[in-house]
């Protein structure tokens, strides 16, 4: 009897334990729905105001951003408001059943979201750069004179990298390059060995965009080129399964570093995607405004790729062709103003 009664109070009291904590979890949740939330919310509100006198000043820009799901195939448009003082997210549309996304749909959507924001407010809007966002930026720039729409630069080097990526030379070394990182990283035992031959460092670095990465990783490739080397000629890789393999991935990549063609061909396309990968580290910055200095940056990077490349003619035929689209003469002005100034 009395183990009975020992027993019901435990188990009251793992009740009442229970009910407590239960209790404490929900004040919790109503404190940051009820308190905190409502704070914050009125921080940001305040926050936000407050860069609403700076947009009224020196004015601010509407930068648009689309992005597609791979999975679902899902399209969100991003709107984010940016100034000197910050950047905020204004709001996200999702235009998955949006059949066909042309100029009018694009300048629709561009006029109702300037128009959500205050017209006073919005100076200049940056859109990717497809054909129908200029098509559309240019017809609101009619609607309304005060607004001048331009393109994204990060974008737009980044479709000259992927434009030279698409060259078959090039994307011939940029396929081997894949196939040594590709079979390096697919096994533990293949990175350990790399490694102890590089002295710790990797061949596979993110970097700013999608295809800035396979020329970040290719130059990081030709700077591992006497470890990677030694590592294919080592006892340890050549007494291992990869080592005796005659076909596949491991084979593959031994030829490919082993070899002499594909180092030549890596360190000549260096020379053509180090200037344009310098520029676009430049235009991704936040340090300062970019806009007075794109002009002569992507001028400069021609020229040093005109002094290292014989293909010059073909690769500047594709710089041209997407700097051309994106170039306005909104850059003009600001390089005349950024360099007037240097030269007074």
């Excluded at 990081?220 to 596949?248: A, C, D, P, V, Y």
Aim: proline share 1%; charged share 30%; net charge neutral.
């Amino acid at each position: 009897m009395e183990m009975q009664q020992r027993q019901e109070y435990n188990n009251i009291g793992i009740a009442t334990v229970k009910v407590l904590l239960w209790q404490e979890d929900y004040d919790g949740d109503r404190r940051v729905s009820d308190v905190y939330l409502e704070s914050e919310y009125q921080r940001v509100h305040d926050w936000v105001n407050g860069l609403k006198t700076h947009w009224k000043e020196l004015g601010a820009t509407l930068m648009c951003d689309g992005w597609t799901n791979s999975l679902n195939q899902m399209h969100i448009i991003n709107f984010l408001v940016y100034c000197s003082k910050g950047t905020i997210f204004w709001k996200s549309v999702d235009v998955s059943s949006v059949r066909s996304r042309d100029a009018e749909f694009y300048y629709c959507l561009l006029d109702s979201v300037v128009e959500e924001i205050g017209e006073n407010y919005i100076v200049q809007i940056v859109t990717d750069n497809e054909a129908a966002m200029k098509a559309a930026g240019k017809k609101l720039m009619l609607k309304r004179q005060h607004l001048y729409w331009t393109s994204c630069a990060a974008h737009c080097l980044d479709l000259c990298l992927e434009d030279i990526g698409k060259k078959p030379s090039v994307a011939k070394v940029l396929d081997e390059a894949k196939k040594v990182t590709c079979f390096i990283y697919n096994h533990i035992w293949t990175v350990d060995l790399m490694k102890k031959y590089t002295q710790g460092k990797q061949i596979l670095r993110p970097a700013l965009t999608r295809f800035a990465t396979h020329f970040i990783q290719l130059e990081e490739i030709t700077r591992q080129k006497q470890g990677l080397r030694e590592m294919f000629n080592s006892k340890e890789f050549k007494e291992s399964k990869w080592g005796k393999q005659k076909s596949g991935p491991a084979y593959e990549a031994k030829k490919i570093v082993l070899g002499k063609d594909f180092w030549k061909k890596a360190n000549d396309l260096i020379k053509v995607y180090e200037p344009l990968v310098r520029v676009l580290r430049l235009v991704d910055s936040d340090e300062k405004p970019t806009m007075g200095f794109i002009y002569e940056a992507v001028d400069r990077a021609k020229r040093a790729i005109q002094q290292n490349c014989q293909y010059f003619t073909e690769y500047e035929k594709i710089i041209d062709n997407r700097w051309n689209f994106m170039h306005s003469d909104l850059h003009s002005a600001a390089f005349e103003v950024s360099f007037g100034r240097q030269r007074e």
